[in-house]
């Protein structure tokens, strides 16, 4: 019995040892990878391997099935004498949305053993990326009209006032360049403590200058569309040192091994597209005042008309980012913002501002020039790199706007019901430091009396119709 047991197990071992033995070899691919395929694109790839086991059956699949799918895979076909391999076979891709993925084939014999294995890396871009570089384009004609509009209707005795005592941008700087970089790095933290690229696209959303649609939403709240425009201005100016500080300095915590560039001409042209268009409106309230009230009453529509502009052909443009949206994706796109509403109406507060700065201040801290944040993603990620971080800064632009609605409908229906703004310049505390520095006729100032009945509004020409410009040409 002895014999036969001991005979049994060494045949056992005969059979098994070409199995144990039995080598996998490495699979090579035609191409050897996909990088940059755009998405709802099919694609066929060739497979090759040199291996003497037969090979039975093939199964491919794809890593991450949301970005890309094997629709087919051919049986193993065996080569030619001549050929550099044993066996071969294709297979079919269909690539379905951004993001990265991994291609893996293995091939087994009679006997479900693997005989050999590979894997191909594959990136998936948008189809539609340059829908986005136009949404961005129009947007940038829009936001030029309307800053003409608003230098039209700007009080240039408010603006000087500031200029001479610039309390309030004082303020909005400390709020957009030191509490929300914070704010944004720590939040990151908080929601993505894993994931070091969707940190990054929420830091440097909140490391941005403020921006154009803060004068609209600051104009339909009835804040201070004068120290609006003042603060947006310095914001962005001030962007040439505040910018290249925090990405260079924090940049490199979040993201070790990223070679940050700062898009300063961007930069620039941010800033030309405001002061052009500015200055024209501006030129136009000196030399022809006769105008402005036309300016005026387009001021409000054209707001209205960015900002629809905004939630219908912007969200299509970044419809991209609901597809791969999380709930810490909208946490991240909420909270950013209404922190920022938050901090710098507290910190206008402190200052004893007057409830139109306070607007101004609070909206100008939460809204974030997204584009710079999007350009820098862009030009230091490769892609879908780029595009996947890009993701928070665009979910933060989609529901920046949604506070401020809230809002603003609340004003709405309070006005309707009192009869009244909700803002009247009688609210205002008499102590209000900005508005003793910015609410001054010039007139008064020489101690000529002022055309007007009663105080001037604090929020300059858009609830002041400039008609004393206009008489005064008259």
Same mark, same amino acid.
């Given at each position: ?258 070679? #940050? *560039?700062?898009?300063? @001409?961007?930069?620039? =042209?941010?800033?030309?597209? %405001?002061?052009?268009?500015? &200055?024209?409106? +501006? ?41 791969? #949206? *999380?709930?810490?994706? @909208?946490?991240?796109? =909420?909270?950013?913002?209404? %922190?920022?509403?938050?901090? &710098?109406?507290? +910190? ?55 506070? %401020? ?63 004393? %410009? ?5």
């Amino acid at each position: 019995m002895l014999l036969q047991s001991l005979a049994l197990t060494a045949m056992a071992l005969t059979l098994a040892l070409p199995a144990m033995g039995q080598e996998i070899h490495n699979i090579t691919f035609d191409p050897e990878s996909l990088l940059n395929v755009k998405d709802q694109t099919s694609h066929t790839i060739t497979w090759f391997v040199v291996t003497d086991a037969n090979v039975a059956y093939v199964h491919a699949e794809m890593e991450d099935k949301m970005v890309a799918i094997v629709t087919a895979a051919s049986e193993a076909a065996k080569g030619n004498s001549d050929d550099n391999f044993t066996h071969s076979g294709h297979v079919n891709i269909s690539a379905l949305f951004i993001g990265y993925n991994t291609l893996n084939v293995t091939l087994f014999d009679e006997f479900n053993k693997s005989v050999a294995s590979g894997n191909m890396k594959m990136t998936v871009l948008l189809s539609y990326q340059q829908l986005n570089d136009i949404f961005t384009w129009l947007m940038a004609v829009l936001v030029a009209i309307l800053y003409l509009i608003m230098g039209a209707t700007l009080d240039l005795n408010i603006v000087k006032g500031i200029i001479k005592k610039p309390i309030g941008p004082g303020v909005g700087v400390f709020c957009q360049y030191v509490l929300m970089p914070v704010i944004s790095f720590l939040l990151g933290l908080v929601l993505f403590p894993d994931d070091e690229l969707l940190r990054l696209g929420l830091f440097l959303n909140g490391s941005c200058p403020g921006g154009g649609a803060s004068n609209m939403w600051t104009h339909l709240l009835g804040g201070s569309l004068d120290l609006s425009i003042m603060m947006t201005f310095i914001s962005t100016v001030t962007a040439f040192a505040a910018v290249p500080f925090w990405v260079l300095v924090i940049g490199p915590v979040i993201l070790a091994d990223g070679e #940050f *560039t700062i898009p300063f @001409l961007d930069i620039f =042209i941010t800033v030309v597209t %405001l002061i052009v268009p500015c &200055g024209i409106g +501006i030129l136009i309230q000196i030399f022809f005042p006769k105008s402005l009230k036309y300016f005026e009453k387009l001021l409000t529509p054209m707001s209205a008309f960015n900002l629809i502009f905004i939630f219908t052909f912007g969200i299509y443009a970044y419809l991209y980012v609901f597809e791969i #949206f *999380t709930w810490r994706m @909208l946490v991240s796109g =909420i909270a950013l913002p209404s %922190l920022g509403y938050v901090s &710098g109406m507290v +910190i206008a507060f402190l200052f004893r501002m007057s409830p139109r700065e306070v607007i101004a201040i609070s909206v100008e801290t939460g809204v974030q020039n997204y584009t710079i944040a999007l350009i820098i993603l862009q030009v230091t990620l490769a892609s879908p790199a780029g595009e996947i971080s890009a993701a928070v800064p665009a979910a933060a632009t989609l529901f920046t706007p949604a506070p %401020l609605l809230t809002l603003l409908v609340i004003k709405k229906i309070y006005d309707r019901c009192n009869g009244g703004s909700s803002l009247d310049i009688t609210s205002q505390p008499a102590d209000s430091k900005m508005r003793e520095a910015t609410s001054t006729p010039k007139a008064q100032e020489n101690g000529v009396p002022s055309k007007g009945n009663g105080p001037p509004p604090a929020n300059g020409g858009v609830d002041n119709p400039a008609m004393e %410009l206009q008489d005064e040409a008259v």
